[in-house]
């Protein structure tokens, strides 16, 4: 018989064992209206600051914590996504992906050849969708931890955001470099991605500026809305998150 996980709620707030808390009305109607939960019913509750609770809905807008596991699903090291500003549909599925493939980061920056433009007056409307968008992947793909989404102006100024990674790509489909095995063991890595054309030259030529590389994933020209997620569950797979060993490490994050 498969396992039935309890739903998973995000609360921006302190919990403990054996307190009763006041759900947020978006949460208490997701619980209760969209997935017909009663009283009584387990759920689980995380904050963002490590681990979850356990709890049972205890009325309308209550529930009863009754139990703290300190599980961790973070990956053994952390990969900021440096993504190009592309059509909204596709932004939103690439931040719900990078959040379940275990990206730690997310900067969504304008480009020279990206197709929108983040309307400034828009903007922080369309953050804050992003990072409700990440909370979401959170709940359904049992992170602990919150994904942080942030956006720049340009891409110089991602980059600048991104500085402090041990490696750092670019990708680029005629890049002399590709991601290799030898690259192993780099616990921080940033990933910039280009939109719908590509990254402009001068804009690969800045990347370089600041100690980019360029690398290509193959003979395959990918999507925007695939090179991310591509390159980020490669490496991911080659610094091996998929075995037994990263995933007891990555249970004892803090």
Not at 126 to 154: D, K, M
Not at 169 to 177: E, G, K, N, Q, Y
Not at 210 to 217: H, S, T
Request: proline residues 6%; aromatic residues 4%; hydrophobic residues 50%.
């Amino acid at each position: 018989m498969a396992l039935v996980r309890a739903p998973r709620f995000y609360l921006d707030q302190a919990l403990a064992v054996s307190t009763q808390v006041e759900l947020p009305a978006p949460v208490a109607h997701h619980a209760h209206t969209v997935l017909r939960l009663r009283q009584g019913d387990a759920i689980v509750l995380f904050n963002g600051r490590g681990g979850e609770f356990t709890a049972r809905l205890a009325g309308t807008l209550q529930a009863d914590v009754i139990g703290f596991d300190p599980i961790e699903r973070e990956p053994c090291l952390r990969i900021t996504l440096i993504q190009a500003l592309a059509a909204s549909d596709k932004i939103d599925w690439i931040i719900e992906k990078a959040v379940e493939i275990g990206v730690a980061r997310v900067i969504v920056t304008a480009a020279l050849r990206s197709a929108v433009r983040l309307d400034p007056v828009r903007a922080p409307r369309r953050l804050q969708r992003w990072r409700e968008l990440a909370i979401a992947a959170c709940c359904q793909c049992g992170r602990n931890r919150l994904v942080p989404i942030e956006a720049t102006a340009s891409l110089d100024q991602a980059l600048r955001a991104a500085g402090d990674a041990q490696h750092k790509w670019v990708l680029d489909p005629a890049a002399p470099h590709a991601l290799a095995p030898a690259h192993a063991q780099a616990p921080d890595v940033a990933l910039a991605i280009g939109p719908e054309g590509g990254f402009d030259p001068a804009e690969l030529a800045s990347a370089e500026q600041a100690g980019f590389v360029r690398i290509a994933l193959g003979p395959r020209i990918l999507r925007t809305e695939t090179a991310g997620m591509v390159a980020a569950a490669a490496w991911l797979a080659l610094n091996g998150e998929f075995s037994a060993q990263c995933a007891d490490q990555g249970s004892s994050i803090r």
